[in-house]
């Protein structure tokens, strides 16, 4: 293994900094030299990089956002597009390529081990924290920290005005985020797309509430469980409570690393490349059971996550 190239792609997480810096660090302590595509998979099919040496990666490790930058690649979701992908690592003669990114990366990294003879290994980062194959992945820590210091600033207003709110965090069609935030700020009512509901449901947990003296509360909803708007005016209108909505957005992407995102990026960036060094690819590093492990690509793109459904079980325990 004499040259590895490193990509950051889809939406970026907390963290990516970190595992550029650390990667290129390790391998180059290895005597193999590091390429940094830009733009995501557009910077491999375009043949743009630059080389990354431990000196230029310096002073990355506490900044949001990702040095090499990212997209959502169109053009790597075609055939063709992967096939010029390929082309362009054997071109410039990279071994291996380690892809940073979520569960969209990874099919994007198993497609391109298909029809290419560089090697490929897998950096779990997303804020959503929803890729098979770990428990937890880059950014995913930061998020819920940056959601916290948030509703804890609401939780004081509606406290104040005896309000209903309800706060929608990222995640796009799955709920490890909304369930991690609202376990940690003590919502009265969290919202997963994993767990059916109804409006009655929540109306009741808010009148039980009221009637015990509990005058505001905080209902954490994932993005995907749909329209929030729409579902805080029901609960509005049944509940006849005043209430407001908050929309977290994009907030939750950026800002410093948490330490447990740089730890985690140090950790799967020393594994990669150690991996690439054994001539191992088509897998993706992560963490399991407190150890970082290697899961087949196929095995992280065919299987789901499964939410962890006892912590909600957990949180409305101790919202009472
Ligand atoms: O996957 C990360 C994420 O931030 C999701 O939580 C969100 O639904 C999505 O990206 C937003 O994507 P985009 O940056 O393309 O608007």
């Known amino acids: 293994m004499n040259k590895i190239g490193i990509v950051t792609s889809g939406g970026d997480a907390p963290g990516m900094n970190a595992a550029i810096r650390a990667i290129t660090r390790v391998a180059c302590s290895k005597g193999v030299m590091v390429l940094g595509f830009e733009r995501g998979w557009d910077g491999v099919i375009t043949n743009t990089f630059t080389e990354l040496t431990p000196r230029n990666v310096g002073g990355i490790l506490h900044l949001g956002g990702t040095i090499l930058r990212t997209s959502r690649s169109p053009n790597f979701r075609k055939h063709e597009g992967v096939k010029k992908a390929a082309k362009v690592l054997e071109h410039n003669q990279v071994d291996g390529l380690i892809t940073i ?188 059971n407190g150890e970082v492990t290697c899961t087949d690509l196929k095995t992280v793109c065919n299987n789901e996550k499964m939410l962890n459904l006892d912590l909600l079980k957990l949180a409305k325990t101790l919202a009472t």
């Open 101 to 288: 990114g979520g569960d969209g990366s990874m099919r994007g990294a198993l497609e391109l081990c298909k029809v290419s003879g560089t090697k490929v290994v897998g950096i779990p980062a997303t804020i959503d924290n929803d890729v098979y194959g770990t428990e937890e992945s880059i950014g995913f820590d930061t998020a819920v920290n940056t959601a916290i210091g948030e509703i804890d600033k609401i939780r004081d207003t509606a406290n104040a005005l005896e309000r209903i709110f309800v706060v929608e965090v990222m995640g796009r069609k799955r709920g490890f985020l909304a369930l991690t935030i609202g376990l940690t700020v003590g919502a009265e009512v969290i919202l997963v797309p994993e767990v059916p509901y109804t409006i009655e449901d929540v109306v009741q947990t808010l009148e039980t509430n009221r009637n015990k003296g509990k005058r505001s509360g905080i209902i954490v909803a994932a993005e995907g469980i749909g329209d929030t708007y729409k579902i805080l005016k029901q609960i509005e209108q049944a509940a006849g409570m005043e209430t407001r909505m908050t929309i977290m957005g994009y907030s939750q992407r950026g800002g410093s690393p948490t330490a447990r995102s740089r730890l985690l990026a140090n950790l799967f960036a020393e594994k990669a490349v150690e991996l690439l060094i054994n001539n191992q690819g088509k897998c993706m590093v992560g963490l399991e």
